[in-house]
């Protein structure tokens, strides 16, 4: 048997990892400003992190959720203060598009109502609901098709009124920050107007965190920018630092019934124990901070070049647009100088490195960069 052939992949084959290094199976070492799509938030292999589920193997590795599982109520109290919402819900799965396919049925449960508004150059997950609410066609079959989407140019308040106003959505979901799209980041005006379009029409607001969440832009979320609260919040990559994990924090508003979410792996033993362990690095170690501070210091330090057309972003979720393709420059960063990083259609590098980045890594990625350019 083969693999089913669906990603394009570099000759590279990771075999160790510490921090913001891994080393590859020749002994060669990287500077990883990706993350795995920034998925490692506390950085390969952390200590505490390794510990936690060790322990937590050698006692009980799974049970499914018919029985009490301690470790997810203390996640949820430990989230629930550092996160700033102490008052929702937490609801565990197993990733950020199952995540989102959960907070898209719970609107849908909610308000009774069928239709979404999403945004456009968005990407939500490529299971069903996720997938029909992302914009790219590529990705869509005819099943996921049927889904009752409308999408909407970001920044366009007027174009949401007109839709929300026919009465008909259950929900609008929106990036913190668009990550696909392009570390596209939407103004704080309008994210206060699509808070008050979303409550003035009784529809759901679902924040998609999944990518931005988690520390990443130097808030806990990034919709915490601009100064509002949704309805809905959904969470994964780095929620586990790896360990496959999703979850949802639901308002205090939306009333949970007996059957409504379900799942077999999600909130499991181990999710839980590296899910806790993360929580308590990114407080013991200030993570957050230190994604703002390496963050703008990273952002700051990139050379100016004809080359380049802009720099965006905030903490450590940045795009870096060229003004011509960025495939070979990506291609000598990751085997010239050893470097990995990630890319947002043809012309941006797009950084998610791990919270622990330091200015010391950030130097040699710009070292490295300046004599590419």
């Known amino acids: 048997m083969e693999l089913f052939d669906v990603y394009s992949l570099f000759d590279v084959t990771p075999k160790r990892a510490k921090g913001c290094k891994v080393w590859?199976?020749?002994?060669?070492?990287?500077?990883?400003?990706y993350g795995g799509h920034a998925v490692i938030s506390v950085?390969?292999?952390?200590?505490?992190?390794?510990?936690?589920?060790?322990?937590?193997?050698?006692?009980?590795?799974?049970?499914?959720?018919?029985?009490?599982?301690p470790l997810q109520q203390s996640l949820a109290h430990k989230?629930?203060?550092?996160?700033?919402?102490?008052?929702?819900?937490?609801?565990?799965?197993?990733?950020?598009?199952?995540?989102?396919?959960?907070a898209l049925k719970l609107a849908s449960f909610h308000t009774g109502k069928d239709r979404v508004l999403a945004f456009r150059k968005s990407f939500h997950g490529r299971?069903?609901?996720?997938?029909?609410?992302?914009?790219?066609?590529?990705?869509?079959?005819?099943?996921?098709?049927?889904?009752?989407?409308?999408?909407?140019?970001?920044?366009?308040?007027?174009?949401?009124?007109?839709?929300?106003?026919s009465g008909d959505y259950a929900a609008v979901i929106i990036e913190g920050i668009q990550?696909?799209?392009?570390?596209?980041?939407?103004?704080?005006?309008?994210?206060?107007?699509?808070?008050?379009?979303?409550?003035k029409y009784g529809v759901c607001l679902i924040l998609d965190e999944v990518q931005s969440g988690y520390g990443r832009?130097?808030?806990?979320?990034?919709?915490?920018?601009?100064?509002?609260?949704?309805?809905?919040?959904?969470?994964?990559?780095?929620?586990?630092?790896?360990?496959?994990?999703?979850g949802v924090l639901i308002s205090p508003e939306i009333a949970p019934k007996k059957g409504m979410l379900g799942?077999?792996?999600?909130?499991?033993?181990?999710?839980?124990?590296?899910?806790?362990?993360?929580?308590?690095?990114?407080?013991?170690?200030?993570?957050?901070?230190?994604?703002?501070?390496?963050?703008?210091?990273l952002k700051n330090s990139i050379p100016a070049s004809p080359r380049i057309k802009e720099v965006r972003g905030k903490g450590l979720m940045i795009g870096i647009e060229f003004n011509e393709p960025v495939a070979e420059i990506r291609k000598k960063l990751l085997f010239e100088k050893h470097i990995f990083t990630g890319v947002s259609g043809q012309y941006m590098v797009r950084l998610l490195?791990?919270?622990?980045?330091?200015k010391a890594d950030v130097d040699v990625f710009i070292k490295s960069l300046k004599e590419i350019l």
């Open 127 to 165: 299971t069903s609901g996720a997938v029909a609410v992302t914009d790219n066609p590529g990705i869509v079959s005819p099943y996921n098709a049927c889904h009752k989407v409308t999408f909407a140019d970001l920044g366009d308040a007027a174009a949401v009124e007109n839709a929300l106003r």
């Open 79 to 102: 989230l629930g203060e550092v996160c700033g919402y102490p008052d929702y819900s937490l609801f565990l799965d197993n990733s950020g598009a199952e995540s989102n396919e959960n």
């Open 24 to 33: 590859d199976s020749e002994g060669n070492e990287y500077l990883d400003l």
């Open 217 to 246: 832009t130097g808030k806990f979320f990034a919709h915490q920018w601009y100064g509002i609260k949704a309805d809905i919040i959904t969470m994964g990559k780095g929620i586990a630092n790896g360990f496959p994990c999703g």
């Open 179 to 199: 990550g696909c799209g392009g570390i596209n980041i939407p103004s704080e005006e309008f994210m206060q107007e699509l808070r008050s379009l979303c409550s």
């Open 263 to 297: 799942t077999t792996f999600g909130g499991n033993h181990l999710a839980m124990a590296a899910a806790n362990a993360v929580i308590d690095i990114i407080n013991e170690e200030n993570m957050v901070q230190n994604a703002l501070e390496v963050g703008e210091y």
């Open 43 to 69: 950085g390969h292999s952390h200590p505490k992190y390794v510990q936690a589920i060790k322990d937590q193997v050698e006692k009980i590795g799974f049970y499914s959720n018919s029985v009490q599982n």
């Open 353 to 358: 490195a791990p919270l622990c980045l330091t």
